[in-house]
Structures are given as structure tokens and as C-alpha cells.
């Protein structure tokens, strides 16, 4: 029988033991390899990178945040506009309560009125029954100042002048009063209508305040007068 004769002073222990090496060696080696040709895709990012995203990220923080300045800005000036538009409404509540109290025991409501101003007789305040000039100050808030002495005017005059809605400035407030014989910005005047013929006037304030647009905010209130005078 033949075979295959080891030689001598190595055993096929030792030959298997010296592959094994071999072998571990080559494996070995394979991540070094591997390490040094990285894929496409399978790299890190660079400072470059980093830099740009970064970058992109400020841009969007810094426009988030001027969103959220300009939504603020806008519901500021929303909420401005709705208390202005309010304080309008309230002060129009005062004026049209002061018309319609007007002439007291069944006396002429009117004794003068121009287009910028009215003068009410009769006008139930507290107590008292007192009579006074409706228009703006200097600074266009509405004011009911003392009148001069009209004989056909109920009431006396106020001893100062009363500040009806003292938060709110006016840029404009303007007087139209009807009568049977037509529409007019005045009574008792030259050309005009008797004050006691007038039954109706219709009030139109402009507050101070503008509107988002920039175009001021109008309130127009037409009110009836409860106790005219016979012309």
C-alpha cells in the first residue's frame, strides 16, 4: 500500500495548524480592503455639508420668524381697529340717546344747527333738565358745551363743557337734518327749514383711527326725534 510520506519533523497536525494561519491572515486583511474603497453613498458628510445645512436651516428659522412677526403685527392692528370701531359705536349710542331725550315737555328739541353742530333744548341729565351745543373740541373730541341763551330753548345751560366720549378723537362729525321740505346741512339759518320743522337728523362720525386699508372707518346713525317741535 502507497501512500503519501510526511516529511520529516512535520506532522499533518502541523500542517493544518499553518493553514489555519493562512487563512486567518487573509481574512483579516479584508476590512482593511474594504476600508480603503468606500461606496458611493456610504461616506459621512463633510464641513462642507454641514456648512450648507446649516445655512438652510438659519434661512428657514429667520423666515418662520418673520412670519410670525408679520401675523402678530397684522392681528394688532385687527384688534386696534375693532376697539376703535367699537369706542365709534359707543360714542354714537351717547349722541343718539342725547337726540332722542331731547325737547322735554313737548318743547322744540332744536333751537340751532349747522352742519358741524346742533344745539339741543330740553335734554333730561340726571335731576335736571338741561340744554346745550353737540360738537367737537379742538382736540375732535365730542363735547356738549353751554349754549347761548335761546328763549324758545328748554332746560338751562350746562355750567361746563362735558366730554361725552373722552377716548375717543374724531376727524370729522357732521349734521344732516330732514324736515317735509327736504334734506339740509343746517336750521334755522337763512334759506333752512325752521328747527321745529326738523323731525329727523342723521349723524355721520369719522374717528381719528384709519381702517387697515388706510381708509377711514364711517359710522352714519339716523335718528328720529321723539318730541319735534310744530313748525
Given at each position: 500500500m502507497t501512500g503519501t510520506v510526511p516529511s520529516p519533523g512535520r506532522s499533518a497536525a502541523g500542517t493544518h495548524r499553518s493553514c489555519w494561519k493562512g487563512w486567518r491572515a487573509i481574512e483579516d486583511s479584508q476590512p482593511l480592503r474594504q476600508a480603503s474603497h468606500s461606496r458611493p453613498g456610504?461616506?459621512?458628510f463633510t464641513l462642507a455639508e454641514w456648512a450648507?445645512?446649516?445655512a438652510?436651516?438659519?434661512?428657514?428659522?429667520?423666515t418662520l420668524a418673520s412670519l410670525i412677526g408679520w401675523a402678530t403685527l397684522v392681528q394688532g392692528r385687527e384688534a386696534s381697529v375693532n376697539r376703535s370701531s367699537e369706542s365709534v359705536h359707543q360714542a354714537g349710542d351717547v349722541v343718539v340717546r342725547l337726540l332722542r331725550g331731547a325737547g322735554a315737555a313737548g318743547r322744540p328739541a332744536l333751537a340751532?344747527?349747522?352742519?358741524?353742530?346742533?344745539?339741543?333744548?330740553?335734554?333730561?341729565?340726571?335731576?335736571?333738565?338741561?340744554r346745550g351745543t353737540l360738537q367737537l373740541?379742538?382736540?375732535?373730541r365730542l363735547v356738549l358745551y353751554p349754549s347761548s341763551s335761546v328763549p324758545t330753548c328748554a332746560g338751562s345751560d350746562v355750567t361746563q363743557?362735558?366730554?361725552l366720549a373722552p377716548d375717543v378723537q374724531f376727524e370729522d362729525?357732521?349734521?344732516?337734518y330732514h324736515s317735509p321740505s327736504g334734506t339740509g346741512d343746517g336750521c334755522g339759518g337763512r334759506g333752512q327749514p325752521p328747527c321745529n320743522a326738523v323731525t329727523a337728523l342723521t349723524i355721520s362720525m369719522i374717528p381719528a383711527a384709519s381702517g387697515p386699508s388706510g381708509a377711514a372707518l364711517e359710522a352714519k346713525?339716523?335718528?328720529?326725534?321723539?318730541?319735534p317741535g310744530r313748525p
Open positions: 456610504e461616506r459621512g450648507v445645512t446649516l438652510i436651516m438659519g434661512i428657514l428659522a429667520a340751532a344747527g349747522t352742519k358741524a353742530s346742533v344745539t339741543l333744548c330740553g335734554v333730561r341729565w340726571g335731576s335736571k333738565v338741561v373740541d379742538a382736540q375732535g363743557p362735558i366730554p362729525l357732521t349734521f344732516e346713525r339716523v335718528v328720529t326725534l321723539r318730541n
